[in-house]
């Protein structure tokens, strides 16, 4: 009975956030890549609205004693199970009724077929929504694991930290989540199974592993240096990852526009195209994935359990997610520049 309705837990979940997304105000913003008529694709977004409903719905859950804010943690492994399962049916409900691309159909049903599916008359857009469920499950699933060690070991700073930490990516994903609508998820991938059980199941359960795995472990040591350590590395990175980011964004929405009031926008250009080699875009190609990098690196840090072998997957898994990213982007970006790619790169 209790795996039933940790299982059901994240279906629940999901029909509570779109409901949410659904009914709360939201902004129209106009996107980087081009709709179905030609014209660049317009969204609704909430996220951030959504996501303090969602939290502060949970803690009201518990203040009513209605849900315990534990219960992700105790039905951990059915409610991990049942966002599995969610994210298998999504994919293949998606992916199944489109036309295939002419690959294999593993090829389809793990890349998807379908570019920017929008649902509800265009008010719900797939990938905006998967990347609000990832988020909002995250940040549960994060307090919950939190709540418990705090009910079983006290206050411990390392864990604050890393929570908190985890919030600041989190908050700060949802502030700047019109300038996401400009990322290589948003204009180069199909929603198949790596973007749909990748945010509806790997997201917002899998980034918590490190909280998961040592929400039952004694012997909680984490010196006042590691913790200084594990926030100046994860500050550090936040800057390189949101600061390019963020110049990227204006360069593209206002070319003219001096970052900070500090980087003017110095260009490679062949007449028509340009592209961006001053500040952060000076630094390296992809100076923003360090920066996420870094930024695993300083939440592993803070959780105070060096030693253990298990969060440091979660840095680890960046890795292999950029890494390979790098190459495709670099890739593509030969291909639409042309030289003026290898003018940059140089
Ligand atoms: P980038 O932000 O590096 O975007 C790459 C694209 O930017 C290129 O395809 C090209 O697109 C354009 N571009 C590249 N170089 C230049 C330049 N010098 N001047 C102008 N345009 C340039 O990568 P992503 O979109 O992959 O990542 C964006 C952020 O999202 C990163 O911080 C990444 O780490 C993060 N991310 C986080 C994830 C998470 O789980 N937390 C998952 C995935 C991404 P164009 O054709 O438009 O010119």
């Known amino acids: 009975m209790s795996l039933l309705a940790g299982f059901l837990t994240p279906w629940i979940l999901c029909l509570a956030i779109l409901i949410l997304h659904l009914v709360l105000p939201a902004r129209h913003v106009e996107g980087y890549v081009d709709g179905p008529d030609g014209k660049k694709l317009r969204y609704r977004l909430n996220g951030m609205l959504v996501f303090l409903v969602c939290i502060a719905g949970w803690f009201a859950l518990d203040h009513f004693e209605i849900l ?56 719900v857009d797939a990938k905006m929504f998967l990347y609000l469920f990832g988020a909002a499950v995250l940040g549960l699933n994060l307090l919950s694991f939190a709540m418990h060690r705090y009910q079983r070991f006290g206050f411990e700073p390392g864990i604050a930290l890393h929570v908190g930490m985890f919030f600041w990516f989190l908050l700060d994903y949802l502030t700047f989540e019109r300038v996401h609508l400009y990322t290589y998820d948003i204009f180069a991938e199909n929603v198949g199974f790596k973007l749909g059980w990748g945010c509806l199941a790997f ?57 900070l009031g500090v980087f003017k926008p110095e260009v490679v250009t062949d007449g028509q195209r340009s ?14 994935y360090l920066g996420e990098i870094l930024m695993a690196t300083g939440l592993t840090l803070a959780l105070g359990f060096i030693t253990e072998p298990w969060p440091w997957l979660y840095p680890l898994y960046y890795v292999a997610l950029l890494v390979p990213r790098q190459f495709d982007d670099d890739k593509r970006c030969a291909e639409k520049y042309g030289p003026l790619w290898d003018e940059y790169v140089k």
């Open 68 to 123: 315990r804010a534990t219960w992700l943690y105790e039905e951990r492994v059915g409610s991990a199970l049942g966002a599995i399962v969610m994210g298998l049916v999504f994919s293949f409900a998606l992916v199944l009724p489109a036309p295939s691309s002419g690959k294999s159909f593993a090829a389809d049903f793990f890349l998807g077929r379908l570019k920017n599916p929008q649902f509800f008359s265009n008010r």
């Open 203 to 259: 997201y917002p359960y899998f980034y918590a592993v490190g909280l998961w795995s040592v929400a039952d472990l004694e012997g909680y040591s984490a010196p006042t240096w590691q913790l200084a350590l594990a926030a100046i590395t994860f500050f550090a990175g936040w800057c390189c990852a949101r600061g390019a980011n963020m110049q990227k964004f204006y360069f593209k929405t206002d070319p003219d526009h001096v970052f």
């Open 275 to 288: 592209l961006l080699c001053s500040g952060f875009w000076g630094v390296s190609r992809h100076v923003n």
